[in-house]
């Protein structure tokens, strides 16, 4: 009955699930273009689900902020931490910036300090300066 499923190649399913992701993100940056913040944050939040980096980074943003999604500093840690462990710069920050003033999580001053400095490996400039 699902034979033809076996005849799809992974790296086409993959493919599939990647251009998915991307779109669901960039259909979140344009509804928050057009002042959208509740679409914007439920079409980031469907592709942090799927492991998209930059919607995770950016589905924080909205719980951090309580902007199209309700406010919570451990949601937004999570998915902060979500996207810095896949590298991505801004996110790494924002984790660094939740451990050193206690937002959603406990404050720690030398998580901090390492959540800053792979983000200014990366040349993430509040990071450089935040590692003075």
Not at 9 to 17: D, G, I, T
Not at 57 to 79: I, M, N, R, V
Request: proline share 2%; glycine share 12%.
């Amino acid at each position: 009955m699902f034979g033809f499923l076996l005849a799809v190649p992974a790296s086409a399913v993959h493919s599939f699930v990647t251009d998915s992701l991307n779109i669901m993100y960039e259909k979140g940056v344009e509804a928050y273009g057009k002042g959208d913040s509740s679409s914007a944050a439920m079409w980031w939040k469907s592709a942090a689900e799927g492991g998209h980096a930059e919607a995770q980074y950016e589905y924080g943003l909205c719980c951090f902020y309580g902007e199209g999604a309700e406010q919570d500093y451990e949601q937004a840690f999570s998915w902060f931490v979500k996207s810095a462990v896949q590298g991505v710069a801004n996110a790494r920050f924002s984790a660094g910036y939740c451990c050193e003033y206690g937002c959603g999580i406990s404050i720690s001053p030398s998580d901090a300090a390492e959540w800053y400095t792979m983000a200014a490996s990366q040349g993430h400039t509040e990071a450089e300066c935040a590692t003075g």
